[in-house]
Nanobody, 120 residues
Framework: QVQLVESGGGPVQMGGSLRLSCVVS????????LGWYRQAPGKSRELVAS???????DYANSVKGRFTVSRDNAKNTMYLQMSSLKAEDTGVYYC??????????????WGQGTQVTVSS
């Protein structure tokens, strides 16, 4: 069973930076497309960044140029480096896995997520 645990969230000033981590277990790391999702207050969960098994990345328009997703196979960890943070980035951030780049369904249960709060 694929398991993912998010960490690294916390309070941050507008314009600041934060790095989130996602530790993946229960599988050989480089078998899935990985993604970061977030859920802002009163909004649905949305995909904000993806990274393929080959390291190809994609981002939601709202975070392009500000967020960078990466993966470290040796540590079984995916990261989300967030910079130039805006109040609109506030929310609970989750990570999950997909079987393929074009798949929409995730393969693991949603975890607790990690809270990011951007103050203005």
């Amino acid at each position: 069973q694929v398991q993912l645990v998010e960490s690294g969230g916390g309070p941050v000033q507008m314009g600041g930076s934060l790095r989130l981590s996602c530790v993946v277990s229960g599988t050989i790391f480089n078998q899935y497309t990985l993604g970061w999702y977030r859920q802002a207050p009163g909004k649905s969960r949305e995909l904000v960044a993806s990274i393929s098994t080959g390291g190809i990345t994609d981002y939601a328009n709202s975070v392009k140029g500000r967020f960078t997703v990466s993966r470290d196979n040796a540590k079984n960890t995916m990261y989300l480096q967030m910079s130039s943070l805006k109040a609109e980035d506030t929310g609970v951030y989750y990570c999950n896995a997909r079987a393929g780049w074009s798949d929409r369904s995730v393969v693991a249960p949603w975890g607790q997520g990690t809270q990011v709060t951007v103050s203005s």
